[in-house]
């Protein structure tokens, strides 16, 4: 887009509209004050006025001629601006961080310490400040508002505010977020708000009229015919109606003057935020994104107040109309990059965001990149709603039921195994599980030279640092048994990219959220965060579920185990979660189908040994640790060919092998779980899942992690 | 009557050509303050890559020479920029400062290129940190530049717009110079890679 030209365009078109609004009121005025004149001998008015036919014969003089209409005129001309500036004192005096405040934005100070995503705001919006060269304004978080969504607030450029949602950090990338932001810096700039003010005013300066008509109709109201209520005299009747209906139409007219100014500045503040950035794709990303009114509403009453002033559609579904303060995004886009929506979103995918906004949003959530949010939907939760098409209506959407990979039966059905950590979780480990570079042999590594106790204690001060940075609320909830459930669950969702809807009717069905809207503002809150060690938040949760009953716990664990299981891939991580929390919550280790012995261990000898080689494979795999090292570390000869096994293994087979080490005796165990110690500390770190691996490992085999800080032997180290 | 029109119309005049000059000031003063942005945020950068340099010593030991070149183009900078922000309207200054940034620019990339090679370095927190600070002043200081640039465009416009050029050649409002690039190599930016995975 040629952003100068539509600036300019923009522009002259919001002049000839603010002329027009003046224009209107007056001739509102005129149009009051010629009926008068024209209906007034007919209603025998109080004053002195020369009837048309004596006006007409030129009678009078002139001053006689122009006393009343220039009075009336004038009055009323009068009237509406002073009802126009007491409406605009009393909106322009709550200030900005009131107003801003009273939308329940928390302020993002500029010395106090930030979370991650709370300081690439601050810096966006500096960014933004410098580009367009004004001040930088507030910053305020919505933080009970996971939908996303922005606003520019603030009369001034020296007095303003942007308030961003909770969603808007976690759903928008670095770009996205700058063009958005460049979008309410533009507002701003442009003096929108202003305009706004000014034009709420003036409208409320017509209604003025409206009012006084009603005031002078009401004693109307009264079942008595007009002629005979001796308290109506006639001439106020009649000038009640003028007012009510002139003011009526003033109003509407008014408000669609005042809708189309306010979409012709939406449109300057796009070509502004285009001129800032130079970025005009992530403007059209970010604007997509909000295509869906769910990934935007807004929850909370304080902000639905504020509704105007949000680019985001608060509450409804956003239909164009006369009255909309905004144009349609897709116009915007359009306009933006002509052409885009079209090549990038056909009608039919798009159909389909705006069908499922609910999957959508969640997908967001867990996407930065510009278009993947958009396969995401496409993969988990349209499919999931293409299956279910299929099912209800007749069979006829066959290419859809085709890549429609999710059956509600799961539990039963062969489970596959994708040996990743979903990547928001667990940056450092985004190598597929089993394709990492083993050659990355850095031997002289930091973890190595530290004590284990000295890494297990501080994985958990990471999880307790995790903790106290959370709301107080929030961190209370995991030692309340009323809501450790909903606390955990949260958090376990919020660690996926995109909630598919059999996730969301599953939850929904186990009752434990009142609404999805709680859901969501948990979740949200937890996305925006990196989650350290699961499980050693899930021990810090384990004493709340004490009061549970056997049911309940049991209930508890089956819903989890559904949702992990949902996709048909059981992941390391979620292995070790419900591991975890199934030995914790007092069940024994199992998981819930009978898993047989893996085809390549059959004798009995062999089992163990073979046993010790899928969690070492495990575990050597996380810490690239090389898999020809491995038998020295064991010391033992592998049973099967390590490489070829790690094609095959399965996450059954780690709870066989689990079990199968369970068997043994103590002290066997100790000295292996040191062998697994050692593994994972080969490579620089000793990480947060590796520490959940091992963790999950010893609860299962009734061990502490933290008393088994013991070094292993010497000849170890000197073995690899 | 005559003459009270011709001394009514040679004050409208007057005031017209003052109107005309101080829009042109204000123009000059826009840009001007543009330039002072970018100086903060060139400074910024400055203050910047010494903590960075130090904080990656410990591990690039074998790449002394690029810590060596990095902090060799930065103090070559500050003193370009010191001149420079002294009078941002010499052609001669302003190019010294463009040459001196570019090859910083050129350096840093470099810097942060070994450090990708480098995974220690990324796992560092405090690596993590300077990293995002130097990406936010990056675009700050491009940021700053285009405001600077957007702000010459609007005053040489106006500068060459009848009648406008005519007041500017009387008062000798020189042409201003963009911030720009000069060698081509010099305009890829620096890269700086936030993933973490």
């Known amino acids: ?720 | 009557m005559n003459s009270s029109v011709i001394i009514v119309l040679t004050i409208a005049i007057i005031l017209f050509w003052i109107s005309l000059y101080n829009r042109l000031v204000k123009m000059r003063n826009y840009y001007e303050n543009a330039f002072s942005q970018i100086d903060v945020q060139l400074k910024r950068r400055y203050d910047l890559i010494p903590n960075l340099v130090e904080t990656a010593k410990g591990y690039l030991e074998h790449e002394k020479s690029t810590l060596e070149a990095v902090i060799k183009a930065r103090s070559a900078a500050v003193s370009a920029c010191g001149a420079a922000a002294k009078d941002p309207s010499s052609t001669h200054e302003m190019t010294k400062l463009t040459e001196a940034e570019g090859f910083l620019q050129q350096s840093l990339g470099k810097l942060l290129a070994v450090m990708e090679a480098y995974p220690d370095l990324k796992g560092d927190q405090h690596i993590l940190d300077v990293m995002e600070e130097l990406r936010t002043t990056e675009n700050k200081i491009s940021f700053a530049r285009q405001a600077f640039n957007d702000a010459v465009m609007r005053f040489n416009v106006l500068r060459e717009t009848f009648p406008i050029n005519l007041v500017a050649v009387l008062f000798r409002f020189r042409q201003a110079i963009y911030f720009e690039l000069s060698n081509p190599s010099e305009r890829e930016a620096v890269k700086v890679s936030f993933k973490r995975d």
């Not at chain 1, 994985?459 to 995991?478: C, E, G, I, M, V």
Request: net charge neutral; with cysteine; hydrophobic share 45%.
């Open chain 1, 1 to 720: 887009m040629n952003f100068f030209r539509a600036q300019e365009q923009a522009r002259s078109l919001s002049v000839q509209l603010i002329v027009l609004f003046i224009g209107a009121v007056f001739f509102l005025a005129f149009a009051t004050t010629s009926l008068v004149i024209f209906l007034g001998p007919y209603l025998r008015l109080p004053i002195d006025m020369p009837s048309m036919t004596e006006i007409l014969r030129g009678d009078v003089s002139m001053s006689m001629k122009w006393k009343w209409p220039s009075l009336i005129f004038f009055s009323l001309t009068l009237l509406i601006s002073l009802a126009s500036a007491i409406k605009y004192w009393a909106l322009s005096v709550a200030g900005t961080q009131g107003i801003a405040e009273g939308m329940g934005g928390r302020l993002i100070s500029f010395d106090q310490e930030l979370l991650p995503p709370e300081k690439v705001l601050r810096n966006i919006v500096e960014e933004m400040a410098i580009s367009a060269s004004i001040p930088v304004p507030l910053i305020f978080i919505l933080d009970e508002e996971p939908g996303i969504n922005s606003a520019a607030i603030g009369l001034s450029i020296d007095d303003s505010a942007i308030v961003v949602t909770l969603g808007f950090l976690k759903g928008y990338s670095r770009s996205e977020a700058q063009a958005v932001i460049a979008h309410e810096v533009s507002h701003i700039l442009n003096g929108d708000m202003r305009l706004n003010l000014n034009m709420v005013a003036i409208l409320h300066g017509i209604l003025f009229f409206t009012h006084t008509g009603k005031k002078l109709l009401k004693p109307m109201r009264s079942n008595l015919p007009i002629r005979k209520n001796p308290f109506v005299p006639l001439p106020l009747v009649v000038i009640g109606i003028i007012l009510f209906t002139l003011g009526s139409v003033g109003h509407f007219l008014g408000r669609l003057i005042k809708a189309s100014i306010s979409r012709q500045r939406e449109f300057l503040a796009d070509a502004t935020a285009v001129q800032l950035t130079r970025n005009p794709l992530a403007l059209s990303t970010a604007l997509t994104k909000l295509l869906t009114w769910e990934t935007t509403k807004l929850l909370t009453r304080s902000s639905i107040d504020f509704s105007h002033s949000f680019i985001g559609a608060a509450q409804t579904v956003p239909t164009f109309s006369w009255l909309a303060s905004h144009p349609s995004l897709k116009l915007r886009i359009e306009a933006i990059n002509p052409g885009w929506l079209k090549r990038n979103f056909p009608p039919k995918i798009l159909k389909t965001i705006m069908r499922e906004p609910l999957t959508t949003m969640l997908a967001i959530w867990g996407h930065d990149d510009r278009l993947s949010f958009l396969t995401t939907t496409l993969s988990s939760g349209s499919s999931a709603l293409a299956h279910q098409d299929t099912q209800n209506s007749t069979y006829n959407a066959s290419n859809m039921a085709e890549e429609a990979p999710i059956t509600p039966q799961t539990p039963h059905g062969h489970l596959l195994v994708t040996q990743t950590f979903p990547k928001t979780l667990r940056p450092e480990n985004a190598h597929s599980f089993f394709e990492g570079d083993q050659e990355s042999g850095k031997k002289d590594s930091l973890a190595q030279n530290r004590s284990i106790s000295r890494l297990i204690a501080e994985t958990s001060h990471r999880a307790q640092n995790f903790l106290t940075a959370l709301p107080p609320d929030l961190y209370s909830k995991f030692y309340e048994s009323q809501e450790v459930e909903r606390v955990l669950l949260a958090l376990i969702m919020s660690i996926y990219p995109g909630v598919n809807r059999l996730n969301q009717k599953t939850i929904n069905d186990a009752g434990i959220f009142q609404n999805t809207d709680e859901f969501l503002v948990m979740c949200a809150k937890f996305s925006c965060l990196e989650i350290p060690s699961l499980t050693h938040i899930i021990s810090l949760a384990l004493p709340a579920f004490r009061q549970f009953t056997h049911t309940k716990k049991y209930s508890f664990l089956r819903l989890i185990y559904q949702i992990f299981t949902s996709d048909r891939h059981l992941e390391l991580f979620e292995w070790t979660c419900y591991i975890y929390l199934r030995k914790g919550l007092g069940f024994p280790l199992s998981l819930d189908y009978e898993s047989p012995p893996p085809t390549f261990l059959s004798e009995h000898r062999e089992k163990i040994a073979g046993s010790m080689y899928i969690i070492a494979l495990f575990l050597a795999t996380l810490s690239t640790y090389p898999l020809d090292s491995l038998p020295l570390v064991l010391d033992l000869k592998p049973p099967f060919d390590l490489n070829q096994i790690k094609k095959e293994i399965k996450m059954e087979d780690l709870t066989y092998a689990t079990l199968q080490i369970g068997k043994l005796p103590k002290k066997s165990i100790t000295k292996f779980l040191n062998h697994c110690l050692f593994i994972s500390r080969f490579n620089e770190e000793f990480s947060d899942n590796e520490y959940d691996i091992l963790n999950a490992l010893c609860v299962s085999w009734g061990f502490n992690l933290r008393q088994l800080g013991e070094d292993p032997p010497l000849d170890l180290k000197t073995a690899a």
